[in-house]
């Protein structure tokens, strides 16, 4: 079993539409949680930081992390073609970024 | 700024060659990480640094080699390159490794093919 499964997709949505896109993961101690946006042939980019349980708000995105059942996921309101890309899930015991454990990724292709 | 560069953005490499990824950054962080991303399997940790001279081992470190002379560069060296090493690389930095806002700065990777 994988420390961290995301689901590959394809995710192909219309504009406009609530994309969610989650991950579970395995190890209870995992407190800090990322979500990285990829697009296609560049570097991955942070999008959103949480600590712990909660939700997190920014602008067209809302992290969620639900600890007792080990699962995150990300929403994104009023999808935008500039969206499309893939989303890293990432998580880690630790304060600093040396044990961090990704995702596989999810491919999300926004259609106008 | 031009954050961290890779180089190069392509090669191909025939079994049992070397080869050196380069990274640099112009941030002034100390923390520096490579990473590999295969398909289906998310960015693994190969080595990271936590300051000049400093070095240590990640997840997947071996059939790799990394120093770290100066805050700028963090070279990776493959010294066998065998086909599992086919990989997409990447560097990334932090101005440190501890504290709750401090995003990785990702390059744009190294493709690298081993036939």
């Known amino acids: 079993q994988k420390e961290v499964e995301q689901d590959p997709g394809p995710l192909s949505v219309p504009e406009g539409a609530i994309v969610s896109l989650n991950c579970t993961y395995s190890?209870?101690?995992?407190?800090?949680f990322m979500w990285y946006r990829q697009y296609s042939r560049k570097g991955p980019e942070l999008l959103m930081y949480t600590y712990s349980s909660g939700n997190k708000e920014d602008g067209r995105f809302t992290a969620q992390v639900d600890k007792s059942s080990k699962y995150i996921s990300l929403f994104i309101r009023d999808s935008q073609p500039s969206d499309s890309a893939t989303y890293l899930c990432?998580?880690?015991?630790?304060?600093?970024?040396?044990?961090?454990?990704f995702g596989a990724g999810t491919r999300l292709t926004v259609k106008p | 700024n031009a954050g961290v560069t890779q180089t190069p953005k392509f090669r191909i490499l025939k079994i049992g060659q070397s080869m050196t990824l380069q990274c640099t950054q112009d941030m002034n962080h100390n923390y520096m990480y490579w990473y590999r991303q295969d398909p289906g399997m998310g960015l693994k940790l190969i080595y990271y640094s936590v300051g000049a001279g400093i070095t240590d081992k990640g997840e997947v470190p071996n059939g790799y080699n990394v120093s770290r002379s100066t805050t700028e560069d963090f070279p990776l060296r493959l010294e066998l390159a065998a086909p599992s090493q086919t990989s997409v690389y990447f560097c990334a930095s932090t101005p440190s490794g501890q504290g709750k806002s401090q995003p990785q700065h990702f390059g744009d990777g190294t493709r690298l093919s081993i036939l």
């Open positions: 190890n209870s101690a995992f407190q800090y």
């Open positions: 990432a998580m880690s015991v630790l304060y600093n970024n040396n044990d961090m454990r």
